[in-house]
């Protein structure tokens, strides 16, 4: 790599304050989060240094190991979560992407409230049902965020995380951005507790096409190897 970690994270920087002033909004209102996953702390600190703020996971175990070496900040809980793991980032995490079940926002219920805590989540949804990914269908959105927040007294629902399959271009996946954008306002509608539904989060983009999810109303994108180079998977 020529630029450095810290040169690459402002450059990203840059690009997604330029996307949301486009697409009418403030720098502030659209978050990056650099994601971690198969760097080291030294590599993310070196990301912190530069203004990182928030930082993605996909693995607790990684997390964990992680977590007492790097700066303080804001981790964020991005991948596939097993129940038997909520206890151990309970206390560590500010957001959990990645909910595609009651039966795991359940656990979460009870870990948080054990923590004194509550959990803010979002629903992964699964916009092209693939089924080599997680996340529930768009249809099922609104009988399990009814069910979570009859339920559980301790998470708050913020909004949706999407994934859209893979392509060749950043334009072919406008129509997934669009659609859970589209989601993510016909949730704000719903009428349900504030305190357990909160909706103002849309969590999607990613390295080869955050700009166009911010033009779509991305509220956080999520980048990693465009700040952190090539992952090594070992
Ligand atoms: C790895 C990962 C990212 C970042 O992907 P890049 O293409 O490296 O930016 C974003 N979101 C999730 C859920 C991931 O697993």
Redesign the pocket.
């Known amino acids: 790599m020529d630029k450095s970690i810290a040169e690459r994270y402002r450059e990203i920087e840059d690009r997604k304050n330029a996307a949301a002033v486009r697409s009418g909004r403030a720098p502030e209102d659209v978050v990056l989060?650099a994601?971690t996953?198969t760097h080291s702390a030294d590599e993310i600190n070196q990301a912190v240094s530069a203004g990182a703020t928030d930082i993605?996971e996909?693995r607790v175990q990684e997390m964990l190991e992680k977590y007492d070496k790097v700066s303080p900040v804001r981790w964020h809980l991005?991948?596939h979560l097993q129940t038997n793991k909520v206890k151990s980032i309970i206390d560590k995490v500010v957001m959990i992407?990645?909910v595609e079940s009651i039966r795991l926002a359940r656990e979460i219920d009870k870990r948080a409230g054990n923590a004194g805590k509550v959990m803010d989540i979002l629903i992964e949804i699964n916009s092209a049902m693939e089924e080599t990914k997680s996340g529930i269908a768009a249809e099922d959105l609104r009988a399990l965020t009814e069910e979570i927040t009859s339920e559980c007294s301790n998470v708050r629902i913020r909004g949706i995380?999407c994934?859209p399959p893979m392509a060749a271009e950043p334009e072919d996946a406008r129509p997934y951005f669009r659609e859970a954008r589209m989601m993510f306002e016909e949730m704000k509608t719903w009428d349900l507790p504030a305190e357990r539904f909160c909706p103002d989060t849309l969590s999607m983009g990613?390295?080869?096409d955050?700009e166009v999810a911010i033009e779509e109303g991305s509220t956080i994108v999520?980048?990693?190897?465009?700040?952190?180079g090539p992952?090594n998977y070992r």
Do not use: E, T
Request: glycine letters at 18%.
């Open positions: 989060m994601v996953k993605g996909n991005i991948g992407h990645s995380m994934i990613m390295s080869g955050f999520r980048v990693g190897s465009s700040i952190f992952r």
